[in-house]
């Protein structure tokens, strides 16, 4: 029996129109009205459809209900797109459903995106989601990152390095800073406790190259409710020393 409360619908039972104004709600309360033009929301609408329809059959996402999928995937995604450089090569570690890559690939065509899990199937949705979309410059890997780091085409290429809550930031520093060239960014996309994870993480961020540059918080505003975030910015400031990363047991067990 459907519920006839208008939040409790599936995005799947709804139409372009309603879910068009609720989007452009919520982006316009975050500051991000400039990405909810027509043809990013029509594919916001096409992924949402996408990601509800395939997590019946896959663990893609706990969070169904629109609004909240709006605010805490789409919104949450795009408020590292003011930090990544014009035409930059991202590789977005430990992607799982596709956040923040497919956001960013909908709204920053000019980034070359490179989504990389450690799941093959989630890899699969990702990168045939992003074929659905039309966005050419976004491919996709599935790979272990403290392997795939290793590799000569990956290893200290790209311009900048993203990640969503992954693991703790002394975790996520060792995974990721190996994929980014001297002088570009990895930013760890982490909730209000992001701080104590700083003071765990910056002897490390230093052995592995990096400098903390910037903290940035940011704020998720829905229906007078707010949650804080944090966007840790860190500089590739010198290269990474050759016996990092390690093998993930070791950088879990004993983090730099």
Do not use: W
């Not at 033009?37 to 509800?52: C, N």
């Not at 949705?125 to 392997?147: D, N």
């Not at 993480?201 to 804080?228: N, S």
């Amino acid at each position: 029996m459907k519920s006839s409360t208008y939040f409790q619908r599936s995005f799947l039972n709804m139409n372009y129109e309603e879910f068009s104004d609720i989007f452009s709600t919520v982006m316009a309360d975050n500051g991000l009205l400039h990405f909810a033009g027509e043809a990013e929301s029509r594919m916001f609408y096409q992924l949402t459809e996408r990601m509800l329809q395939v997590n019946r059959s896959m663990n893609l996402t706990a969070i169904k209900e629109e609004r909240a999928v709006i605010l805490r995937h789409y919104a949450d995604s795009l408020t590292v797109a003011a930090f990544l450089p014009q035409n930059a090569s991202v590789i977005d570690v430990g992607c799982g459903a596709g956040f923040p890559c497919l956001p960013l690939a909908i709204c920053r065509p000019d980034l070359a995106i490179t989504a990389l899990d450690s799941t093959e199937k989630r890899i699969r949705y990702v990168i045939e989601t992003a074929t659905l979309l039309q966005r050419e410059r976004f491919s996709a890997i599935a790979a272990r990152a403290e392997e795939l780091a290793r590799t000569p085409g990956c290893r200290e290429h790209f311009d900048c390095c993203t990640a969503r809550a992954v693991a703790s930031l002394p975790v996520l520093s060792e995974l990721c800073l190996p994929f980014v060239r001297v002088g570009g960014a990895f930013i760890a996309m982490k909730a209000a406790r992001g701080e104590e994870e700083l003071q765990a993480a910056e002897k490390g961020i230093q052995k592995l190259g990096g400098e903390v540059v910037a903290v940035h918080h940011v704020t998720l505003r829905d229906k007078g409710e707010e949650d804080t975030r944090m966007l840790i910015e860190i500089k590739k400031a010198r290269a990474t020393p050759p016996e990092f990363p390690r093998p993930f047991g070791k950088i879990s067990k004993k983090p730099l």
